[in-house]
């Protein structure tokens, strides 16, 4: 039987699948928390492939939307997601570091023997960032250089990962908050949790 790997930067995000699972004792999921941001997720991903071999693996969580075309608590595709950071200021210009010719900053899911669970899922391009946005003037600049619709702390850290190890990998994020000027009063944590649940726990059963 195929073994999957469900990726999650905190509990909180997926506490009810975690309740689930614990059930259920579907001994083919495995489930890795990373903490929050890129760097503990590469770290943390790197040596949980290096102890173990997986089929495929999923990374969940929650995620703003930086265009108000999807809804607070839409579950979504995360297609591809790039290192929005990594690059170099040029005066008021950005360089990506394709352009400083020194690698690549995008990277691609890569669905293999995934099941297809998250195909009626909307598909979208992600950021991953160190620092999230919530200042209008580096909002703008973001939508003035990437045409984007979410952002999150991993997703292509742990799209990196995968394809360095070689390993099937979607990634699948609800929408918790927009990407605008901080107001933690318009969030709708609770709801994107929920919603995320609920695709994770009812796509478990296929993994």
Request: overall charge negative; hydrophobic content about 45%; charged content about 20%.
């Amino acid at each position: 039987m195929a073994r999957c790997l469900v990726v999650a930067a905190t509990a909180a995000e997926i506490a009810p699948f975690l309740e689930v699972l614990a059930q259920r004792k579907q001994a083919e999921i495995d489930v890795l928390l990373t903490d929050v941001g890129m760097v503990a997720t590469a770290f943390q991903l790197g040596k949980a492939l290096h102890q173990k071999t997986y089929d495929y693996a999923v990374q969940v969580g929650i995620a703003g939307a930086i265009t108000k075309d999807l809804a607070l608590g839409e579950v979504v595709f995360v297609a591809h997601d790039t290192f929005y950071e990594l690059g170099a200021e040029d005066h008021d210009d950005f360089l990506t570091i394709e352009q400083l010719g020194f690698g690549k900053s995008t990277f691609h899911a890569m669905p293999g023997v995934i099941p297809d669970g998250y195909a009626a899922l909307t598909r979208v391009a992600g950021i991953t960032v160190n620092r999230v946005h919530g200042n209008e003037q580096s909002i703008a600049q973001l939508r003035s250089r990437s045409n984007a619709a979410v952002e999150s702390m991993e997703g292509a850290a742990f799209y990196y990962a995968c394809q360095q190890a070689g390993l099937s990998c979607i990634q699948v994020r609800s929408i918790s908050n927009y990407v605008e000027k901080r107001n933690r009063a318009n969030w709708k944590i609770g709801l994107a949790v929920k919603n995320l649940n609920e695709w994770l726990i009812s796509c478990s059963h296929l993994f």
